[in-house]
């Protein structure tokens, strides 16, 4: 038997939502067995726009039950039937949520409308209610209230039913089938053709534009994670809706996949992904030159696009590190900014500064070093070169981190495995950030893999 699900509310996603009305009709598969409908006390006001859509307002429903007065009812109706809806994992989610707030807890299979037009009736220009039920000519006696979708709702699932020559409904309802916990939108050829393999993946909304991009050891079981359970929150609702493809780029090695996954994500902003997105190094070393001719150190707030010659999150490191340059290669505070008042140099007193501040020392030889600093500061960095199996026979992975500057990732042909000029031809360059530098310390220094 299936119960046939359509409920109005006041919002998009359970847990801060209340049902106005629910509707439930068992169908077994001819004709119609049983039909239950109610208005329902929400408990919350409901807002303006929903009223507009339904017609349900505050008043339809002041005196009418709270669902916890009619939860064993619509808990009866549903408990050993297979729960069938027009994009199911929405009303589902509702129903479970309320009614195990009131001490039920629903476990039934699923099936989905839209989801099962798109197998049975593939080509439509739209699996939406109104627009499928209008291809079939299905009337809607009452648009956007229960009854009213919940019988048309029924109608088509009596089509899908008729025309399921390929039995696509026997296969959802097998046991063990995925299909039913994916999104309404989402091909489910798309999810079986992804390979057990590292990479990055990334969610689509119906323009094509990504809307979340992740990162796996394993494809295909990654990305079926997200559609496990029936989470009601607001944001995980809306994700689902919204994702209407994947495609994948497929890596080597699961640490390829995390560098691939924090450059996407920094140069897509993708508006479900919520890690990675904070400021990255927040000062840096920059350096110029003055008008006398002498290369000045100075610390300062990163800007885009800025090139600094070193980078860090705290001034307070920054200020320890440039003290530490001062004093090991003898340079004029004043011309490093750490020191800004109009008395004498600091370093004159102590004998590092050799009056560069004064003009008393000429730039080619003060600059010179302010260069072998900068140069110690670099060769401090770590390098790292990261050598594992390729994605094909005959080849290999390597990444690359350049005193401290991460370089970029590729595929080399594996005859190339000692030459690392030959190496680096081969590999992407990548912009790099704190992420990537953090996944990439551990490594260093030197060269690491199979060699």
């Known amino acids: 038997m299936y119960a046939i699900v359509d409920i109005e509310t006041t919002g998009g996603h359970a847990s801060a939502n209340g049902i106005t009305e629910i509707a439930i009709y068992v169908y077994d598969g001819r004709e119609l067995v049983q039909h239950y409908e109610t208005l329902v006390n929400p408990g919350i006001p409901i807002p303006y ?21 009619v939860a064993p009812m619509i808990f009866s109706l549903l408990k050993d039937n297979i729960f069938v809806a027009h994009n199911v994992n929405f009303d589902y989610s509702f129903v479970k949520y309320h009614l195990l707030e009131a001490g039920f807890d629903l476990q039934s299979k699923k099936l989905c409308t839209v989801r099962l037009g ?91 534009k990504v809307v979340y991009v992740g990162k796996a050891r394993d494809l295909k079981k990654r990305v079926n994670s997200h559609f496990t359970g029936n989470n009601p929150g607001r944001q995980r609702q809306n994700f689902l809706r919204t994702i209407h493809s994947i495609t994948f780029q497929p890596t080597a090695t ?35 030159e003055d008008q006398s001719g002498y290369l000045r150190l100075a610390i300062e707030k990163r800007r885009k696009h800025s090139h600094p010659v070193h980078s860090f999150n705290l001034l307070v490191d920054g200020h320890r590190m440039l003290r530490t340059l001062i004093r090991e290669f003898e340079l004029c505070p004043k011309l490093c900014f750490m020191q800004k008042d109009e008395g ?43 050598i594992d199996k390729g994605l094909q026979p005959g080849e290999k992975s390597c990444i690359l981190m350049e005193k401290g500057k991460f370089y970029g990732m590729g595929y080399f042909p594996e005859h190339l495995v000692a030459d690392q000029l030959a190496i680096r031809e081969y590999l992407t360059p990548y912009p790099e950030n704190e992420t990537i530098i953090g996944l990439l310390r551990p490594y260093a220094t030197g060269i690491s893999g199979d060699l």
């Open 118 to 208: 798109r197998k049975i009736f593939p080509g439509l220009p739209s699996y939406s209610l109104g627009n499928i039920c209008r291809h079939f000519q299905i009337p809607i006696n009452g648009r956007h209230r229960a009854s009213g979708d919940a019988e048309a709702t029924m109608k088509l699932f009596g089509l899908l039913l008729q025309h399921d020559t390929a039995n696509a409904i026997a296969a959802v309802l097998k046991g063990g089938s995925k299909e039913q916990f994916l999104p309404p939108n989402l091909p489910p050829e798309q999810v079986k053709a992804l390979p057990s393999d590292p990479g990055v993946y990334y969610f689509h909304d119906q323009k094509g």
């Open 49 to 69: 726009y929903i009223t507009t859509l339904t017609g349900i307002s505050n008043e339809m429903v002041a005196e009418a039950p709270p669902f916890s007065a």
């Open 344 to 386: 004498t140099c600091a370093g004159i007193t102590a004998q590092t500064c050799h009056g560069a501040c004064r003009r008393e020392e000429e730039p080619v030889v003060y600059n010179a070093r302010v260069m072998a600093a900068i140069n110690y500061l670099q060769q401090q960095q770590p390098s790292v070169t990261i």
């Open 254 to 288: 699961e640490l390829m996949a995390c560098i691939l996954e924090s450059v996407e994500i920094k140069r897509l902003w993708p508006p479900f992904n919520t890690s990675q997105k904070h400021i990255e190094f927040r000062y840096g070393f920059y350096l110029f």
